[in-house]
């Protein structure tokens, strides 16, 4: 294992030497929060591949294939459904509003007023995805190192922490780019080949295996009916996302990058599949579906190879925990903080404003750490995060960009109201069933609608400035004044 060891102490200290040269370039509140919109197509679509995939779809997905074979990569399948959609469909748009965060994009379709409210529930769902990738320490630390739960989690979420307040963006982008290779070369070039050999190839595995592990719909329609409306629908509207379509050079670059990062993630989720389906042969009897990645890693592969192939797995969980963590503090200082306080932003604070930022990324990284330690299931707490996602934010967010009629007393009602009916829901029936997102999305939009069309339609000037905003006709939101020229 020595040479494990070495490979991973390499690549974490890589990540920490990436964060201080990102600090050199974070300069600037668009510097450090989006990357000052630079991206171009093969970083966005490098990063944005990353910030999706995370443990989840790596540690977790090859666990449901182990559970349920081919079938198992639905749950990734559907993000990576939802990256095409959002962009094909949305992302030129998003890019071309020039804002920081999706509340700032609420304020500008309907007029303001509707910041705050959304900001409490978009920063609920970034700080417990965040958590949940955090947990996630955990579990690979332990593989590598045998270290204490507790411990590991410190371990990874401080070197996280480190780099995402050095450089924001910057050093995010490129330690996602890392990460993104990495990924690529230890999950789909090493691992899936070898763990397909040693299982005998597909013959053997379909030979030993039952015929419903080779079936597209065996883990059940409902099931992917759920994943749809969590996942392909989160990938629309969330902080996270949005935030690295708001790093795109052009809207050009933000269609066809995250065109090509949601084929990636579909190429991903049947790698991932496979490898737990073979998994399942080699390892009939494994407590926990969850130990098919870990366990086919440290039986399976030579030393060097496996410790590239558990690098990969930290490179899942870090591109989303510090995805998820600048999301967090974004929206913690731009849309609950700076409002509640009611602070004017001074014209000129560039610099003071990032280490505002900077700030922020670090006590939300605290939280982060201190949530994690306290809690113990990744999936209850992913759940919690996608059904606040969806049940509180998915219709006013597309209702805004889809309908001219929605009303920001609309926009508030359905907040409330599907945040309440989720929470509510979770409560009665349970964290892990399927009502709460059901219901919640359904009274969400019932009460866009109904008090929509009962109030006062959104002023026509602020759906003039909306248009052009969405046309890129317009500077920079007030946050950021645009300079005068020289």
Same mark, same amino acid.
Request: charged residues 10%; contains cysteine.
């Given at each position: 294992?020595?040479?494990?060891?070495?490979?991973?102490?390499?690549?974490?200290?890589?990540?920490?030497?990436?964060?201080?040269?990102?600090?050199?370039?974070?300069?600037?509140?668009?510097?450090?929060?989006?990357?000052?919109?630079?991206?171009?197509?093969?970083?966005?679509?490098?990063?944005?591949?990353?910030?999706?995939?995370?443990?989840?779809?790596?540690?977790?997905?090859?666990?449901?294939?182990?559970?349920?074979?081919?079938?198992?990569?639905?749950?990734?399948?559907?993000?990576?459904?939802?990256?095409?959609?959002?962009?094909?469909?949305?992302?030129?748009?998003?890019?071309?509003?020039?804002?920081?965060?999706?509340?700032?994009?609420?304020?500008?379709?309907?007029?303001?007023?509707?910041?705050?409210?959304?900001?409490?529930?978009?920063?609920?769902?970034?700080?417990?995805?965040?958590?949940?990738?955090?947990?996630?320490?955990?579990?690979?630390?332990?593989?590598?190192?045998?270290?204490?739960?507790?411990?590991?989690?410190?371990?990874?979420?401080?070197?996280?922490?480190?780099?995402?307040?050095?450089?924001?963006?910057?050093?995010?982008?490129?330690?996602?780019?890392?990460?993104?290779?990495?990924?690529?070369?230890?999950?789909?070039?090493?691992?899936?080949?070898?763990?397909?050999?040693?299982?005998?190839?597909?013959?053997?595995?379909?030979?030993?295996?039952?015929?419903?592990?080779?079936?597209?719909?065996?883990?059940?329609?409902?099931?992917?009916?759920?994943?749809?409306?969590?996942?392909?629908?989160?990938?629309?509207?969330?902080?996270?996302?949005?935030?690295?379509?708001?790093?795109?050079?052009?809207?050009?670059?933000?269609?066809? #990058? *995250?065109?090509?990062?949601?084929?990636?993630?579909?190429?991903? &989720? @049947? /790698?991932?599949? +496979?490898? $737990?389906?073979? =998994?399942?042969?080699?390892?009939?009897?494994?407590?926990?579906?969850?130990?098919?990645?870990?366990?086919?890693?440290?039986?399976?592969?030579?030393?060097?190879?496996?410790?590239?192939?558990?690098?990969?797995?930290?490179?899942?969980?870090?591109?989303?925990?510090?995805?998820?963590?600048?999301?967090?503090?974004?929206?913690?200082?731009?849309?609950?903080?700076?409002?509640?306080?009611?602070?004017?932003?001074?014209?000129?604070?560039?610099?003071?404003?990032?280490?505002?930022?900077?700030?922020?990324?670090?006590?939300?990284?605290?939280?982060?750490?201190?949530?994690?330690?306290?809690?113990?299931?990744?999936?209850?707490?992913?759940?919690?995060?996608?059904?606040?996602?969806?049940?509180?934010?998915?219709?006013?967010?597309? #209702? *805004?960009?889809?309908?001219?009629?929605?009303?920001?007393?609309? &926009? @508030? /009602?359905?907040? +409330?109201? $599907?945040?309440? =009916?989720?929470?509510?829901?979770?409560?009665?029936?349970?964290?892990?069933?399927?009502?709460?997102?059901?219901?919640?999305?359904?009274?969400?939009?019932?009460?866009?609608?109904?008090?929509?069309?009962?109030?006062?339609?959104?002023?026509?000037?602020?759906?003039?400035?909306?248009?052009?905003?969405?046309?890129?006709?317009?500077?920079?939101?007030?946050?950021?004044?645009?300079?005068?020229?020289?």
């Amino acid at each position: 294992m020595a040479v494990d060891y070495l490979v991973i102490v390499v690549y974490l200290a890589g990540m920490l030497a990436m964060g201080w040269w990102g600090m050199r370039r974070a300069r600037s509140k668009s510097e450090f929060l989006v990357a000052g919109r630079r991206l171009g197509p093969a970083m966005y679509s490098g990063t944005m591949a990353a910030v999706v995939l995370g443990g989840a779809s790596t540690i977790g997905g090859v666990g449901l294939g182990y559970q349920y074979g081919l079938s198992g990569a639905w749950m990734v399948v559907t993000i990576g459904l939802g990256l095409l959609a959002l962009s094909v469909f949305f992302s030129a748009r998003i890019a071309r509003l020039k804002v920081y965060t999706v509340s700032e994009m609420l304020d500008l379709r309907y007029g303001g007023r509707a910041g705050v409210i959304s900001g409490v529930v978009m920063w609920a769902y970034t700080l417990m995805l965040a958590v949940t990738s955090t947990l996630a320490y955990a579990t690979i630390f332990d593989v590598l190192f045998d270290l204490n739960r507790t411990v590991a989690i410190v371990l990874g979420g401080s070197i996280v922490v480190a780099y995402s307040v050095l450089g924001g963006m910057w050093s995010i982008t490129l330690t996602d780019m890392v990460q993104f290779v990495v990924k690529t070369v230890g999950v789909l070039l090493l691992l899936l080949p070898v763990a397909v050999v040693k299982a005998g190839g597909f013959a053997q595995m379909r030979a030993e295996l039952p015929a419903s592990y080779f079936d597209p719909l065996g883990i059940g329609g409902e099931t992917i009916f759920t994943y749809v409306l969590i996942y392909t629908f989160g990938m629309l509207i969330g902080q996270d996302i949005w935030q690295r379509v708001f790093t795109a050079r052009s809207d050009r670059t933000a269609r066809w #990058g *995250g065109t090509v990062a949601g084929t990636y993630c579909l190429a991903y &989720a @049947l /790698a991932g599949a +496979v490898i $737990g389906t073979a =998994a399942k042969v080699l390892y009939p009897k494994l407590g926990s579906a969850d130990d098919a990645f870990a366990t086919i890693v440290k039986d399976e592969l030579p030393a060097g190879v496996r410790g590239l192939v558990l690098a990969a797995a930290l490179a899942a969980v870090m591109s989303t925990s510090s995805g998820a963590l600048i999301a967090c503090a974004t929206v913690a200082n731009n849309d609950i903080w700076s409002r509640l306080r009611g602070a004017v932003r001074p014209s000129g604070g560039a610099h003071d404003e990032v280490r505002g930022n900077r700030a922020f990324i670090l006590l939300m990284g605290l939280a982060v750490i201190g949530t994690a330690i306290a809690l113990n299931n990744v999936v209850e707490a992913l759940t919690v995060a996608y059904n606040l996602l969806v049940g509180g934010l998915l219709v006013p967010i597309l #209702g *805004g960009l889809l309908w001219r009629r929605g009303t920001v007393q609309g &926009a @508030l /009602a359905s907040v +409330v109201v $599907g945040g309440v =009916a989720v929470i509510t829901l979770m409560a009665t029936h349970g964290i892990l069933a399927n009502e709460p997102v059901y219901y919640g999305l359904a009274a969400s939009l019932a009460a866009y609608v109904v008090v929509s069309l009962l109030t006062r339609p959104t002023d026509a000037a602020v759906l003039a400035a909306w248009r052009e905003r969405l046309a890129g006709r317009s500077p920079e939101h007030a946050s950021e004044p645009v300079p005068a020229p020289q």
